[in-house]
Nanobody
Framework: VQLQASGGGLVQAGGSLRLSCAASGNTFSRYIMGWFRQAPGKEREIVASINRSGGNTYYADAVKGRFTISRDNAESTVYLQMNSLRPEDTAVYYC??????????????????WGQGTVVTVSS
């Protein structure tokens, strides 16, 4: 499966952005989906994950209460709504898909497919 992320940009602190990740093919519902981010000089980290049906989600503590992950299996798309953005949210954001059995996945090594990344810059 190929993943195409979009929606990044430059926003002021306190603002909002909505990231989208569209998947090719018709097998999207088979994958656990996740959003990761990587800031300059830092390792890639989990932001959020969602199970195949969309009924179970995971959020990193740093984004809990501000970000919302969702998916539309009919449209083969996963979203990340980001509110109350902070300068420390600045990073390249990646979507990823996992074929592993389970509900949500938080490790980069658990994901099989990766999008190309979209840049989010939050100014203070």
């Amino acid at each position: 499966v190929q993943l195409q992320a979009s929606g990044g940009g430059l926003v002021q602190a306190g603002g909002s952005l909505r990231l989208s990740c569209a998947a090719s093919g018709n097998t999207f519902s088979r994958y656990i989906m996740g959003w990761f981010r990587q800031a300059p000089g830092k390792e890639r980290e989990i932001v959020a994950s969602i199970n195949r049906s969309g009924g179970n989600t995971y959020y990193a503590d740093a984004v809990k209460g501000r970000f919302t992950i969702s998916r539309d299996n009919a449209e083969s798309t996963v979203y990340l709504q980001m509110n109350s953005l902070r300068p420390e949210d600045t990073a390249v954001y990646y979507c990823a898909g996992s074929r592993w059995a389970g509900s949500v996945m938080v490790l980069t090594t658990s994901y099989d497919y990766w999008g190309q990344g979209t840049v989010v810059t939050v100014s203070s």
